[in-house]
Protein backbone atom coordinates (compact mmCIF):
# COMPACT_ATOMS: atom_id res chain seq x y z
CA UNK A 1 0.00 0.00 0.00
CA UNK A 2 1.33 3.67 -1.11
CA UNK A 3 0.97 6.70 1.18
CA UNK A 4 -0.49 9.44 -1.26
CA UNK A 5 1.66 12.61 -1.96
CA UNK A 6 1.93 15.69 -3.51
CA UNK A 7 4.41 17.70 -4.86
CA UNK A 8 3.55 21.29 -5.78
CA UNK A 9 6.09 24.67 -6.86
CA UNK A 10 5.31 27.89 -6.31
CA UNK A 11 7.37 31.58 -7.53
CA UNK A 12 6.78 33.94 -4.59
CA UNK A 13 4.81 37.02 -6.29
CA UNK A 14 4.60 40.36 -5.06
CA UNK A 15 1.40 39.65 -3.10
CA UNK A 16 2.78 37.29 -1.62
CA UNK A 17 5.47 39.12 0.47
CA UNK A 18 4.85 41.99 2.91
CA UNK A 19 6.71 45.44 3.98
CA UNK A 20 8.93 43.32 6.13
CA UNK A 21 10.17 42.27 3.19
CA UNK A 22 9.12 38.67 3.55
CA UNK A 23 6.50 36.01 2.46
CA UNK A 24 3.52 36.68 4.67
CA UNK A 25 2.57 33.90 6.88
CA UNK A 26 -1.13 33.89 5.09
CA UNK A 27 0.60 33.59 1.88
CA UNK A 28 2.11 29.94 3.02
CA UNK A 29 -1.54 28.59 4.25
CA UNK A 30 -2.81 29.51 0.10
CA UNK A 31 0.15 27.24 -0.80
CA UNK A 32 -0.54 24.29 1.39
CA UNK A 33 -4.54 24.63 0.44
CA UNK A 34 -3.75 24.21 -3.15
CA UNK A 35 -1.22 21.42 -2.27
CA UNK A 36 -4.01 19.64 -0.21
CA UNK A 37 -6.60 20.31 -3.32
CA UNK A 38 -4.27 18.29 -5.25
CA UNK A 39 -3.65 15.63 -2.76
CA UNK A 40 -7.30 14.65 -1.86
CA UNK A 41 -8.05 14.43 -5.55
CA UNK A 42 -5.73 11.65 -5.89
CA UNK A 43 -7.17 10.02 -3.05
CA UNK A 44 -10.28 10.68 -5.23
CA UNK A 45 -11.97 13.67 -4.12
CA UNK A 46 -11.77 16.03 -7.20
CA UNK A 47 -12.92 19.64 -6.81
CA UNK A 48 -15.24 19.06 -9.59
CA UNK A 49 -16.89 16.58 -7.88
CA UNK A 50 -17.49 18.32 -4.80
CA UNK A 51 -18.85 21.10 -6.17
CA UNK A 52 -21.62 19.08 -7.22
CA UNK A 53 -22.24 16.87 -4.62
CA UNK A 54 -21.55 19.20 -1.71
CA UNK A 55 -19.33 16.76 0.40
CA UNK A 56 -16.30 18.40 1.03
CA UNK A 57 -12.89 17.80 3.44
CA UNK A 58 -13.02 20.46 6.18
CA UNK A 59 -10.55 21.72 8.32
CA UNK A 60 -10.40 20.34 12.30
CA UNK A 61 -7.08 22.05 13.25
CA UNK A 62 -3.84 23.18 11.86
CA UNK A 63 -0.62 23.59 13.22
CA UNK A 64 1.89 25.54 11.41
CA UNK A 65 5.81 25.80 12.44
CA UNK A 66 7.76 28.94 10.65
CA UNK A 67 11.36 28.08 9.99
CA UNK A 68 12.89 30.39 8.14
CA UNK A 69 11.59 33.36 6.08
CA UNK A 70 11.07 33.07 1.96
CA UNK A 71 11.54 36.42 -0.19
CA UNK A 72 10.27 37.61 -3.56
CA UNK A 73 11.07 35.53 -6.36
CA UNK A 74 11.77 32.46 -4.45
CA UNK A 75 10.51 28.88 -6.12
CA UNK A 76 9.66 26.82 -3.48
CA UNK A 77 8.49 23.11 -3.35
CA UNK A 78 5.32 21.94 -1.40
CA UNK A 79 5.60 18.53 -0.33
CA UNK A 80 2.08 16.76 1.20
CA UNK A 81 1.39 13.73 2.22
CA UNK A 82 -1.39 11.87 4.46
CA UNK A 83 -0.57 10.88 7.44
CA UNK A 84 -3.40 8.80 8.79
CA UNK A 85 -7.10 7.86 8.04
CA UNK A 86 -8.90 7.84 11.43
CA UNK A 87 -12.40 6.67 11.73
CA UNK A 88 -13.69 10.52 11.63
CA UNK A 89 -10.91 12.62 10.52
CA UNK A 90 -8.14 12.43 8.63
CA UNK A 91 -4.35 13.59 9.23
CA UNK A 92 -2.18 15.44 6.27
CA UNK A 93 1.41 17.14 6.66
CA UNK A 94 2.76 19.70 4.57
CA UNK A 95 6.85 20.33 4.34
CA UNK A 96 7.79 23.99 2.33
CA UNK A 97 11.15 23.95 1.12
CA UNK A 98 13.26 26.61 -1.04
CA UNK A 99 15.25 23.94 -3.53
CA UNK A 100 17.95 26.53 -4.48
CA UNK A 101 19.60 26.48 -1.05
CA UNK A 102 17.96 23.30 0.70
CA UNK A 103 16.18 25.52 3.46
CA UNK A 104 13.35 24.09 5.45
CA UNK A 105 11.13 27.08 5.00
CA UNK A 106 7.34 25.93 6.84
CA UNK A 107 6.04 22.65 8.74
CA UNK A 108 2.41 21.93 8.85
CA UNK A 109 0.17 19.20 9.97
CA UNK A 110 -3.87 19.73 9.37
CA UNK A 111 -6.76 17.52 10.93
CA UNK A 112 -9.52 17.21 8.86
CA UNK A 113 -13.23 15.55 8.70
CA UNK A 114 -15.10 14.74 5.39
CA UNK A 115 -18.93 17.30 6.02
CA UNK A 116 -21.88 17.75 4.04
CA UNK A 117 -22.18 21.23 3.35
CA UNK A 118 -24.20 23.56 4.05
CA UNK A 119 -25.79 21.57 6.64
CA UNK A 120 -22.16 20.94 8.41
CA UNK A 121 -23.32 17.25 9.01
CA UNK A 122 -19.84 15.00 9.44
CA UNK A 123 -19.84 12.14 7.12
CA UNK A 124 -17.80 8.46 7.94
CA UNK A 125 -14.64 8.17 5.54
CA UNK A 126 -15.34 7.10 2.16
CA UNK A 127 -14.58 3.49 2.73
CA UNK A 128 -11.88 3.11 0.25
CA UNK A 129 -9.78 5.53 2.19
CA UNK A 130 -10.52 3.02 5.28
CA UNK A 131 -9.36 0.23 3.02
CA UNK A 132 -6.92 1.52 1.52
CA UNK A 133 -4.85 4.16 3.93
CA UNK A 134 -6.48 2.56 6.98
CA UNK A 135 -2.81 1.35 8.35
CA UNK A 136 -1.06 3.85 7.61
CA UNK A 137 1.37 5.21 10.76
CA UNK A 138 2.01 9.42 10.44
CA UNK A 139 5.20 9.56 9.32
CA UNK A 140 5.86 12.91 11.16
CA UNK A 141 6.76 12.65 14.34
CA UNK B 1 -34.26 62.30 -2.68
CA UNK B 2 -31.33 61.42 -1.04
CA UNK B 3 -27.64 59.98 -2.63
CA UNK B 4 -26.78 56.64 -0.51
CA UNK B 5 -23.36 57.24 0.30
CA UNK B 6 -21.42 55.29 2.79
CA UNK B 7 -18.25 55.91 5.14
CA UNK B 8 -15.95 53.44 5.77
CA UNK B 9 -12.28 53.12 7.47
CA UNK B 10 -9.19 51.07 7.26
CA UNK B 11 -6.07 50.65 8.78
CA UNK B 12 -3.38 49.34 6.78
CA UNK B 13 -2.16 46.08 8.07
CA UNK B 14 1.06 44.34 7.06
CA UNK B 15 -1.01 41.78 5.04
CA UNK B 16 -1.92 44.74 2.86
CA UNK B 17 1.02 45.74 2.09
CA UNK B 18 3.91 44.28 -0.24
CA UNK B 19 7.88 44.23 -0.35
CA UNK B 20 7.36 47.78 -2.40
CA UNK B 21 6.80 49.13 1.07
CA UNK B 22 3.38 49.88 0.03
CA UNK B 23 -0.36 48.90 0.04
CA UNK B 24 -0.69 45.91 -2.77
CA UNK B 25 -3.21 46.89 -5.62
CA UNK B 26 -5.33 43.57 -4.29
CA UNK B 27 -6.12 45.17 -0.95
CA UNK B 28 -7.55 48.38 -2.21
CA UNK B 29 -10.49 46.07 -3.73
CA UNK B 30 -10.82 44.37 -1.00
CA UNK B 31 -11.59 47.93 1.18
CA UNK B 32 -13.78 48.40 -1.51
CA UNK B 33 -15.82 45.28 -1.33
CA UNK B 34 -16.48 46.02 2.62
CA UNK B 35 -17.53 49.53 1.55
CA UNK B 36 -19.72 48.81 -1.02
CA UNK B 37 -21.37 45.52 0.82
CA UNK B 38 -22.53 48.48 3.37
CA UNK B 39 -23.53 50.84 0.50
CA UNK B 40 -25.66 48.53 -0.78
CA UNK B 41 -27.18 47.31 2.45
CA UNK B 42 -28.37 50.84 3.38
CA UNK B 43 -29.73 50.33 -0.14
CA UNK B 44 -32.17 47.62 1.53
CA UNK B 45 -29.61 44.52 0.21
CA UNK B 46 -28.33 42.94 3.08
CA UNK B 47 -25.68 40.32 3.16
CA UNK B 48 -27.85 38.00 5.05
CA UNK B 49 -30.69 38.51 2.96
CA UNK B 50 -28.50 37.70 -0.21
CA UNK B 51 -27.36 34.49 1.67
CA UNK B 52 -31.24 33.63 1.91
CA UNK B 53 -32.33 33.92 -1.42
CA UNK B 54 -29.29 34.06 -3.27
CA UNK B 55 -30.07 37.25 -5.49
CA UNK B 56 -27.08 38.96 -5.78
CA UNK B 57 -25.03 42.09 -6.58
CA UNK B 58 -22.36 40.96 -9.49
CA UNK B 59 -19.86 42.93 -10.79
CA UNK B 60 -19.62 43.64 -14.50
CA UNK B 61 -16.68 46.33 -14.54
CA UNK B 62 -14.44 47.74 -12.21
CA UNK B 63 -12.07 50.70 -13.08
CA UNK B 64 -9.19 51.33 -10.52
CA UNK B 65 -6.80 54.60 -10.65
CA UNK B 66 -3.87 54.43 -8.37
CA UNK B 67 -2.80 58.22 -7.51
CA UNK B 68 -0.76 57.61 -4.79
CA UNK B 69 0.66 55.06 -2.37
CA UNK B 70 -0.27 53.88 1.59
CA UNK B 71 2.04 52.27 3.89
CA UNK B 72 1.32 50.30 6.77
CA UNK B 73 -0.17 51.88 9.46
CA UNK B 74 -1.98 54.51 7.69
CA UNK B 75 -5.88 55.15 8.38
CA UNK B 76 -7.74 55.29 5.60
CA UNK B 77 -11.22 56.34 4.67
CA UNK B 78 -13.17 55.29 2.08
CA UNK B 79 -16.22 57.08 0.61
CA UNK B 80 -18.59 55.22 -1.47
CA UNK B 81 -21.66 56.17 -3.24
CA UNK B 82 -24.20 55.32 -6.08
CA UNK B 83 -24.01 57.05 -9.08
CA UNK B 84 -26.93 55.53 -10.98
CA UNK B 85 -29.55 53.02 -11.07
CA UNK B 86 -30.36 51.91 -14.77
CA UNK B 87 -32.64 49.50 -16.36
CA UNK B 88 -30.37 46.61 -15.92
CA UNK B 89 -27.40 47.89 -14.63
CA UNK B 90 -26.49 50.26 -11.20
CA UNK B 91 -23.39 52.50 -10.82
CA UNK B 92 -21.21 53.47 -8.11
CA UNK B 93 -17.85 55.04 -7.25
CA UNK B 94 -15.47 55.38 -4.66
CA UNK B 95 -12.82 57.25 -3.64
CA UNK B 96 -10.25 56.55 -0.74
CA UNK B 97 -8.41 59.31 1.07
CA UNK B 98 -5.71 59.38 4.14
CA UNK B 99 -6.84 61.85 6.28
CA UNK B 100 -3.75 62.85 8.31
CA UNK B 101 -2.53 64.64 5.02
CA UNK B 102 -5.63 64.85 2.80
CA UNK B 103 -4.06 62.65 0.45
CA UNK B 104 -6.33 61.22 -2.48
CA UNK B 105 -4.96 57.19 -2.60
CA UNK B 106 -8.26 55.75 -4.64
CA UNK B 107 -10.41 56.56 -7.03
CA UNK B 108 -12.89 53.69 -8.46
CA UNK B 109 -16.14 53.24 -10.54
CA UNK B 110 -18.24 50.05 -10.62
CA UNK B 111 -20.69 48.55 -12.42
CA UNK B 112 -22.81 45.81 -11.07
CA UNK B 113 -25.86 43.74 -12.37
CA UNK B 114 -28.12 41.94 -9.47
CA UNK B 115 -27.99 38.21 -10.40
CA UNK B 116 -29.78 34.89 -8.88
CA UNK B 117 -27.10 32.67 -8.16
CA UNK B 118 -25.66 30.24 -9.05
CA UNK B 119 -27.53 30.04 -12.56
CA UNK B 120 -26.36 33.10 -12.97
CA UNK B 121 -29.56 34.87 -14.28
CA UNK B 122 -29.59 39.03 -14.42
CA UNK B 123 -33.00 40.30 -12.51
CA UNK B 124 -34.36 44.00 -12.87
CA UNK B 125 -33.00 46.64 -10.21
CA UNK B 126 -35.52 46.37 -7.51
CA UNK B 127 -38.44 48.42 -7.88
CA UNK B 128 -37.63 50.38 -4.99
CA UNK B 129 -33.94 51.48 -5.93
CA UNK B 130 -35.88 52.58 -9.57
CA UNK B 131 -38.44 54.44 -8.04
CA UNK B 132 -36.02 56.53 -5.50
CA UNK B 133 -32.73 56.34 -7.34
CA UNK B 134 -33.67 56.25 -10.50
CA UNK B 135 -33.48 60.29 -11.34
CA UNK B 136 -30.13 60.91 -9.74
CA UNK B 137 -26.91 62.05 -12.67
CA UNK B 138 -23.55 60.05 -11.98
CA UNK B 139 -21.56 62.79 -9.65
CA UNK B 140 -18.17 61.76 -11.37
CA UNK B 141 -17.10 62.75 -14.34
CA UNK C 1 -0.12 43.72 36.59
CA UNK C 2 -2.47 43.74 34.14
CA UNK C 3 -3.02 41.17 30.81
CA UNK C 4 -2.70 43.15 27.65
CA UNK C 5 -6.27 41.96 26.13
CA UNK C 6 -7.59 42.55 22.92
CA UNK C 7 -11.26 42.90 21.39
CA UNK C 8 -11.91 43.60 17.79
CA UNK C 9 -14.96 42.85 15.91
CA UNK C 10 -15.46 41.46 12.03
CA UNK C 11 -18.31 41.26 9.52
CA UNK C 12 -18.39 38.12 7.11
CA UNK C 13 -18.47 39.70 3.50
CA UNK C 14 -18.39 37.66 0.57
CA UNK C 15 -14.34 37.65 -0.35
CA UNK C 16 -14.28 35.90 3.55
CA UNK C 17 -16.49 32.92 2.11
CA UNK C 18 -16.16 29.97 0.11
CA UNK C 19 -18.21 27.92 -2.31
CA UNK C 20 -18.83 25.25 0.48
CA UNK C 21 -20.94 28.73 1.76
CA UNK C 22 -19.02 29.21 5.11
CA UNK C 23 -16.17 31.55 6.11
CA UNK C 24 -12.61 29.95 4.39
CA UNK C 25 -9.96 29.07 6.93
CA UNK C 26 -7.65 31.50 5.21
CA UNK C 27 -9.99 34.44 6.44
CA UNK C 28 -9.91 33.45 10.15
CA UNK C 29 -5.91 34.03 10.02
CA UNK C 30 -6.48 37.40 8.85
CA UNK C 31 -8.82 38.32 11.53
CA UNK C 32 -6.30 37.04 13.92
CA UNK C 33 -3.65 39.27 12.22
CA UNK C 34 -5.52 42.35 12.69
CA UNK C 35 -6.45 41.87 16.55
CA UNK C 36 -2.86 40.60 17.07
CA UNK C 37 -1.70 43.66 15.23
CA UNK C 38 -3.86 45.63 17.84
CA UNK C 39 -2.64 43.86 20.91
CA UNK C 40 0.50 44.28 20.20
CA UNK C 41 -0.03 48.27 19.70
CA UNK C 42 -1.37 48.41 23.18
CA UNK C 43 1.73 46.55 24.24
CA UNK C 44 3.84 49.32 23.37
CA UNK C 45 4.53 48.33 19.51
CA UNK C 46 2.69 50.11 16.90
CA UNK C 47 2.64 49.58 13.18
CA UNK C 48 3.90 53.05 12.11
CA UNK C 49 7.55 52.36 14.54
CA UNK C 50 7.66 48.81 13.01
CA UNK C 51 8.18 50.78 9.74
CA UNK C 52 10.14 52.93 10.99
CA UNK C 53 12.67 50.49 12.51
CA UNK C 54 12.17 47.80 10.90
CA UNK C 55 11.65 45.47 13.89
CA UNK C 56 8.64 43.38 13.93
CA UNK C 57 7.26 40.37 15.81
CA UNK C 58 7.60 37.48 13.70
CA UNK C 59 5.32 34.33 13.80
CA UNK C 60 7.15 31.27 14.69
CA UNK C 61 4.19 28.88 15.29
CA UNK C 62 0.61 29.23 14.80
CA UNK C 63 -2.21 26.42 15.94
CA UNK C 64 -6.06 26.98 15.50
CA UNK C 65 -9.02 24.88 16.40
CA UNK C 66 -11.92 25.13 13.83
CA UNK C 67 -14.78 24.74 16.36
CA UNK C 68 -17.68 26.01 14.07
CA UNK C 69 -18.90 27.60 10.89
CA UNK C 70 -19.13 31.03 10.10
CA UNK C 71 -21.45 32.09 7.60
CA UNK C 72 -22.21 35.41 5.48
CA UNK C 73 -22.87 38.28 7.52
CA UNK C 74 -21.98 36.94 10.46
CA UNK C 75 -20.95 39.26 13.12
CA UNK C 76 -18.13 38.05 14.87
CA UNK C 77 -16.33 38.47 18.00
CA UNK C 78 -12.01 38.59 18.08
CA UNK C 79 -10.67 38.27 21.99
CA UNK C 80 -6.76 38.27 21.51
CA UNK C 81 -4.44 38.52 24.72
CA UNK C 82 -0.99 37.97 25.71
CA UNK C 83 -0.11 34.28 27.34
CA UNK C 84 2.66 34.68 28.39
CA UNK C 85 6.73 36.87 27.69
CA UNK C 86 9.72 34.49 28.11
CA UNK C 87 13.55 35.05 27.10
CA UNK C 88 13.32 34.93 23.54
CA UNK C 89 10.04 34.42 22.16
CA UNK C 90 6.27 35.66 23.74
CA UNK C 91 2.70 33.59 23.51
CA UNK C 92 -0.38 35.27 22.26
CA UNK C 93 -3.85 33.36 22.31
CA UNK C 94 -6.78 33.82 20.43
CA UNK C 95 -10.99 33.39 20.24
CA UNK C 96 -13.59 34.23 17.45
CA UNK C 97 -16.83 33.83 18.86
CA UNK C 98 -20.44 34.84 17.54
CA UNK C 99 -22.28 36.87 19.88
CA UNK C 100 -25.75 36.30 18.20
CA UNK C 101 -25.82 32.89 19.16
CA UNK C 102 -23.08 32.09 21.69
CA UNK C 103 -21.11 29.90 19.17
CA UNK C 104 -17.28 29.49 19.74
CA UNK C 105 -16.25 29.52 16.13
CA UNK C 106 -12.28 29.55 16.26
CA UNK C 107 -9.48 28.75 19.03
CA UNK C 108 -5.90 29.86 18.51
CA UNK C 109 -2.16 29.97 19.96
CA UNK C 110 0.68 31.55 18.23
CA UNK C 111 4.31 32.15 19.19
CA UNK C 112 6.10 34.93 17.91
CA UNK C 113 9.75 36.31 18.13
CA UNK C 114 10.41 39.94 17.82
CA UNK C 115 13.06 40.13 14.79
CA UNK C 116 14.86 43.11 12.66
CA UNK C 117 13.89 42.84 8.97
CA UNK C 118 15.37 41.88 6.72
CA UNK C 119 18.15 40.39 8.14
CA UNK C 120 16.15 38.67 10.05
CA UNK C 121 17.93 39.29 13.52
CA UNK C 122 16.37 37.67 16.31
CA UNK C 123 16.26 40.21 19.39
CA UNK C 124 15.41 40.08 23.05
CA UNK C 125 12.09 40.66 24.11
CA UNK C 126 11.94 44.23 24.88
CA UNK C 127 12.95 44.97 28.35
CA UNK C 128 9.71 46.73 29.44
CA UNK C 129 7.63 43.36 28.19
CA UNK C 130 9.50 41.29 30.59
CA UNK C 131 8.88 43.55 33.47
CA UNK C 132 5.57 44.36 33.39
CA UNK C 133 4.85 40.27 31.81
CA UNK C 134 7.26 38.03 32.94
CA UNK C 135 5.40 36.82 35.70
CA UNK C 136 2.04 36.11 33.27
CA UNK C 137 1.38 32.85 33.76
CA UNK C 138 -0.50 31.66 30.42
CA UNK C 139 -4.12 31.16 30.29
CA UNK C 140 -5.13 29.06 28.32
CA UNK C 141 -4.53 24.89 29.08
CA UNK D 1 9.79 42.70 -33.39
CA UNK D 2 8.04 40.84 -31.68
CA UNK D 3 4.88 41.39 -29.40
CA UNK D 4 5.86 39.95 -25.87
CA UNK D 5 3.09 37.93 -24.13
CA UNK D 6 2.99 35.49 -21.48
CA UNK D 7 0.01 32.12 -20.79
CA UNK D 8 -0.09 31.06 -17.62
CA UNK D 9 -2.95 27.80 -16.16
CA UNK D 10 -5.13 28.49 -12.72
CA UNK D 11 -6.95 25.95 -11.28
CA UNK D 12 -10.16 28.06 -9.84
CA UNK D 13 -9.22 26.49 -5.79
CA UNK D 14 -11.85 26.80 -2.60
CA UNK D 15 -10.32 30.18 -1.81
CA UNK D 16 -10.72 31.74 -5.31
CA UNK D 17 -14.38 31.31 -4.82
CA UNK D 18 -17.55 33.05 -2.83
CA UNK D 19 -20.57 31.72 -1.37
CA UNK D 20 -22.33 32.92 -4.18
CA UNK D 21 -20.70 29.78 -6.20
CA UNK D 22 -18.61 31.72 -8.33
CA UNK D 23 -14.79 33.20 -8.27
CA UNK D 24 -14.53 36.03 -5.87
CA UNK D 25 -13.72 38.91 -7.96
CA UNK D 26 -10.23 39.79 -6.22
CA UNK D 27 -9.21 36.12 -7.06
CA UNK D 28 -9.31 37.49 -10.91
CA UNK D 29 -6.76 39.81 -9.88
CA UNK D 30 -4.32 37.83 -8.49
CA UNK D 31 -4.73 35.76 -11.48
CA UNK D 32 -4.01 38.84 -13.50
CA UNK D 33 -0.65 39.66 -11.46
CA UNK D 34 0.63 36.33 -11.70
CA UNK D 35 0.24 36.35 -15.34
CA UNK D 36 1.82 39.91 -15.75
CA UNK D 37 5.09 38.99 -13.07
CA UNK D 38 6.08 36.57 -15.98
CA UNK D 39 5.63 38.96 -18.77
CA UNK D 40 7.03 41.84 -17.25
CA UNK D 41 10.20 39.19 -16.43
CA UNK D 42 9.97 37.99 -20.28
CA UNK D 43 10.59 41.66 -21.28
CA UNK D 44 13.80 41.83 -18.82
CA UNK D 45 12.90 42.88 -15.78
CA UNK D 46 12.53 39.49 -13.08
CA UNK D 47 10.86 39.60 -9.41
CA UNK D 48 14.53 39.01 -7.88
CA UNK D 49 16.14 42.20 -10.11
CA UNK D 50 13.57 43.84 -8.58
CA UNK D 51 14.17 43.15 -4.74
CA UNK D 52 17.70 43.59 -5.36
CA UNK D 53 17.23 47.09 -6.70
CA UNK D 54 13.73 48.10 -5.45
CA UNK D 55 12.68 49.62 -9.03
CA UNK D 56 9.36 48.34 -9.90
CA UNK D 57 6.64 48.55 -12.24
CA UNK D 58 3.47 50.26 -10.12
CA UNK D 59 0.18 50.04 -11.44
CA UNK D 60 -1.22 53.50 -12.57
CA UNK D 61 -5.11 52.23 -13.54
CA UNK D 62 -6.83 48.76 -13.85
CA UNK D 63 -10.11 48.09 -16.11
CA UNK D 64 -11.47 44.99 -15.39
CA UNK D 65 -14.72 43.77 -17.44
CA UNK D 66 -16.63 40.22 -15.86
CA UNK D 67 -17.82 38.90 -18.83
CA UNK D 68 -18.86 35.33 -17.47
CA UNK D 69 -18.77 33.76 -14.16
CA UNK D 70 -16.10 30.96 -13.41
CA UNK D 71 -16.51 27.78 -10.46
CA UNK D 72 -14.49 25.54 -8.30
CA UNK D 73 -12.26 23.24 -10.01
CA UNK D 74 -12.23 25.03 -13.81
CA UNK D 75 -8.92 24.83 -15.56
CA UNK D 76 -8.75 28.88 -16.68
CA UNK D 77 -5.90 30.06 -19.13
CA UNK D 78 -4.75 33.30 -18.37
CA UNK D 79 -2.83 35.26 -21.88
CA UNK D 80 -1.61 38.53 -21.28
CA UNK D 81 0.29 40.81 -23.30
CA UNK D 82 2.35 44.50 -23.99
CA UNK D 83 -0.19 46.60 -25.59
CA UNK D 84 2.39 49.62 -25.82
CA UNK D 85 5.26 51.41 -24.23
CA UNK D 86 4.75 55.31 -24.29
CA UNK D 87 7.48 57.49 -22.71
CA UNK D 88 6.45 57.32 -18.87
CA UNK D 89 4.20 54.56 -19.05
CA UNK D 90 3.45 51.10 -20.52
CA UNK D 91 0.01 49.35 -21.12
CA UNK D 92 -0.74 45.65 -20.44
CA UNK D 93 -3.84 43.48 -21.52
CA UNK D 94 -5.23 39.98 -20.63
CA UNK D 95 -7.82 37.59 -21.63
CA UNK D 96 -8.91 35.00 -19.42
CA UNK D 97 -10.68 32.04 -21.23
CA UNK D 98 -12.36 28.60 -19.98
CA UNK D 99 -10.86 26.51 -22.61
CA UNK D 100 -13.00 23.08 -21.90
CA UNK D 101 -16.15 25.31 -23.43
CA UNK D 102 -14.11 28.26 -24.76
CA UNK D 103 -15.73 31.14 -22.69
CA UNK D 104 -14.51 34.46 -22.45
CA UNK D 105 -14.35 35.00 -18.40
CA UNK D 106 -11.96 38.29 -17.93
CA UNK D 107 -11.23 40.69 -20.12
CA UNK D 108 -8.35 43.52 -18.16
CA UNK D 109 -6.49 46.81 -19.61
CA UNK D 110 -4.00 47.90 -16.95
CA UNK D 111 -1.49 50.88 -17.20
CA UNK D 112 1.89 51.09 -15.37
CA UNK D 113 4.68 53.46 -14.20
CA UNK D 114 8.01 52.00 -13.79
CA UNK D 115 8.93 53.48 -10.21
CA UNK D 116 11.88 53.63 -7.29
CA UNK D 117 10.82 52.63 -4.16
CA UNK D 118 9.71 53.13 -1.55
CA UNK D 119 10.49 56.78 -2.39
CA UNK D 120 8.25 56.56 -5.33
CA UNK D 121 10.28 58.18 -7.56
CA UNK D 122 9.02 57.57 -11.34
CA UNK D 123 11.84 56.44 -13.89
CA UNK D 124 11.61 56.46 -17.31
CA UNK D 125 11.13 53.52 -19.34
CA UNK D 126 14.18 51.02 -19.98
CA UNK D 127 16.02 52.38 -23.14
CA UNK D 128 15.94 48.95 -24.47
CA UNK D 129 12.20 48.73 -24.27
CA UNK D 130 11.70 51.80 -26.19
CA UNK D 131 13.80 50.60 -28.82
CA UNK D 132 12.07 47.05 -29.16
CA UNK D 133 8.70 47.49 -28.19
CA UNK D 134 8.46 51.59 -28.90
CA UNK D 135 6.84 50.83 -32.30
CA UNK D 136 4.05 48.34 -30.90
CA UNK D 137 0.60 49.60 -31.85
CA UNK D 138 -2.21 48.42 -29.30
CA UNK D 139 -4.00 45.42 -29.88
CA UNK D 140 -6.83 45.75 -28.11
CA UNK D 141 -9.59 48.23 -29.05
Given at each position: MER????????????????????????????????????VETMGMGLRQMAADHIFPVLVRTEIDYKRPAGLGDKLQVEGWLESVERARFLVAFRITRPVDCQLIIECRQVLAVVQMPVGRPMRMPADWVEKYGSLAPQTR
Open positions: PTQLTTEQVMFFDTDCGGVVHNIAYLRFIESNRTYL
